[in-house]
């Protein structure tokens, strides 16, 4: 479609991945460029190919998979091949010529439909970047459609896909979510998830957690419930996987044991373990009509119609399924109480407190935690808010966050954090003047503070403080130094805090020796300022003397210019001259 371009394919695999950046730009430039007749393109296709082609695109099991997406027009997606006669659904697997490389089966198969890439995205545990410099509401839905992607505009130079790429590494790297294939066993089992992610006191409800920091540590429950058996009650394997490692779950269900049918030796009709009055199947009581209770002791002609129903509560099941019914009353299960079994004591059961009832704080009211005073949450997990107040205010997490379970979540938009959302990382001088009164008393003896009021108030501090002879590892851990000065002998003191997001805590490290500053030299000072006042008045005469020489010189000249001016002699109206000339008019004529 144009001249000098390459001949039009669907897919090529140039350059499977390594970890040589100068070949990867080499191999770029030398790439010629294709055409195409119409304007969507076969990205989909290609896509589908780079997510399925591990062995020749060079995939690792233990990476983390970015595909960046890159274009200026749109897609084919699936139904776009009947134009050209194809209708084959596409069967979503590799199909690279393994000489070439090339895509072979684009005149066999139609393209790919967004919901095979979304399916192969998730299980190949892939996250796709769409980096596109046109048709933004276009390529924002198939990235909304396709659960692991993103969307980004390129600027006209594409300067910032690698902004693109960080930001979604970061985001891949941060968060650690638990997969599991239960949708793939015919809904057999059911897995549930519990985790408790960091900065959280109890566990919660989720698979995921994200804003994770190197070093955090999460936990995890699970529990797995077998639905109904399989046909053939065969083992399967549960995979349940992040996007680096993979835990397989080997489920062996045993359905049947067989003891209960006719013939088995386990299976006794009338057995004298129920009294005669039923028959003994697998080491339980089968009641004959007319008989109930474990070892069918129980007769139901000794019982009235209510005592029956007693053991029921309206529920489809005897003992509300908790126990069963002995002779007119529930015989609960171990940790289940009530008149109908229907309290459950481990519904008390803290999952953060080493399975504590109510965490200690509280006791066990027929399935349901009651707190005592200061303690509050389902499991009384939580103290009352008091204990998210900073000693000496009144205001919860210092107003700059809310209280979590007794743990200040701040408001990270504005830059607090600390253990009461006391410390601001744009606040200037931060807890500088908080400590410096505490350090000065504790560490140097000094300060404001009396020493009463020191071991009152800042016992709590003394006991955290470290001391150094520099500072240097401190503030290389982006720890906050304060410089304050000692008004005993005027030597300035240093000290660094630190917040250890972990122990939710401050470090406080005190520079051991002060910085003071030598005595003045009081002959110097005196002898420069008698030389000051010489130097500055010798300068005041000359420059008067040279101020007066110059308005002389200018009068002078002046006064010189004048005396040339005056002509008294030859000039002057009121002078007649004595000399008195006449002429003859006939003189020389005769």
Request: hydrophobic residues 25%; glycine residues 8%; negative net charge.
């Amino acid at each position: 479609p144009c001249s000098g371009c390459a001949r039009p394919y669907a897919f090529r695999n140039d350059l499977p991945l390594n970890d040589n950046p100068d070949s990867f730009k080499s191999k770029v430039s030398e790439v010629a460029i294709s055409g195409n007749l119409d304007s969507p393109e076969g990205g989909l296709e290609a896509l589908l190919q780079v997510m399925r082609c591990w062995e020749y695109v060079g995939w690792t099991n233990y990476s983390r998979r970015i595909i960046v997406y890159s274009t200026d027009a749109k897609f084919h997606v699936a139904g776009d091949g009947l134009l050209a006669g194809i209708i084959n659904r596409h069967d979503g697997q590799c199909h690279l010529d393994p000489v070439t490389q090339e895509y072979t089966h684009y005149a066999h198969l139609d393209y790919p439909s967004v919901g095979q890439l979304n399916e192969i995205a998730k299980a190949e545990d892939i996250n796709i970047i769409f980096a596109v410099s046109k048709y933004e509401k276009l390529y924002r839905d198939l990235a909304d459609a396709i659960e692991p992607s993103t969307y980004g505009k390129l600027n006209k130079d594409s300067k910032n896909v690698v902004d693109l790429v960080e930001e979604q590494y970061l985001a891949i790297s941060s968060k650690v979510e638990l997969k599991d294939n239960s949708d793939q066993l015919d809904k057999f089992v059911r897995v549930e998830y519990l985790a408790k992610c960091p900065g959280k006191n109890i566990f919660a409800n989720t698979s995921v957690c994200d804003s994770l920091r190197e070093g955090d540590e999460i936990q995890y429950t699970l529990s797995v419930t077998l639905l109904k058996c399989p046909e053939t009650a065969e083992p399967f394997v549960l995979e349940v996987k992040t996007s680096q490692e993979k835990l397989m779950i080997e489920i062996e269900p045993l359905c049947d044991c067989g003891c209960d049918e006719l013939g088995h030796k386990m299976r006794e009709e009338n057995s004298p373990t129920c009294k005669g009055h039923g028959t003994l199947a697998c080491g339980v009581c089968n009641c004959n009509q007319g008989y109930h209770g474990s070892n069918c002791l129980c007769s139901d002609s000794d019982l009235g119609p209510g005592e029956v129903r007693s053991c029921q509560k309206g529920e489809p099941d005897e003992c509300s399924g908790n126990g069963f019914c002995s002779c007119g009353h529930c015989v609960c299960h171990p940790n289940y109480s009530g008149k109908r079994c229907q309290c459950n004591r481990r519904s008390c059961l803290s999952l953060s407190s080493a399975g504590e009832v109510c965490s200690g704080n509280g006791g066990c009211d027929c399935s349901s935690c009651r707190c005592d005073p200061g303690y509050h949450g389902p499991w009384c997990e939580c103290p009352d808010e008091n204990i998210c107040i900073q000693p000496g205010s009144d205001l919860v997490c210092s107003g700059k966050g809310y209280c979590d379970c007794g743990t200040c979540k701040c408001n990270d938009t504005l830059g607090f954090f600390g253990k009461y959302c006391e410390e601001c990382s744009a606040c200037g001088e931060g807890k500088c003047n908080e400590y410096g009164d505490c350090v000065q008393c504790f560490a140097f003896s000094g300060g404001p503070t009396t020493i009463e009021s020191c071991q009152k108030n800042c016992s709590a501090l003394n006991n955290s403080l470290l001391y150094e002879d520099n500072l240097e590892t401190e503030i290389a851990q982006d720890a906050h130094l304060c410089t304050y000065t000692d008004e005993n002998d005027g030597c300035l003191f240093n000290f660094t805090y630190r917040y250890r997001h972990q122990e939710g805590d401050y470090v406080i490290t005190v520079q051991r020796t002060k910085s003071c500053i030598p005595p003045p030299d009081v002959t110097s000072i005196v002898l420069g300022v008698v030389g000051a006042i010489v130097m500055v008045g010798l300068i005041t005469l000359l420059l008067w003397k040279f101020i007066t020489t110059v308005h002389d010189r200018k009068e002078y000249a002046r006064f010189q210019e004048e005396q040339s001016r005056v002509r008294f002699a030859d000039d002057n109206p009121l002078y007649n001259n004595p000399s008195t000339t006449i002429v003859n008019p006939t003189y020389g004529k005769t």
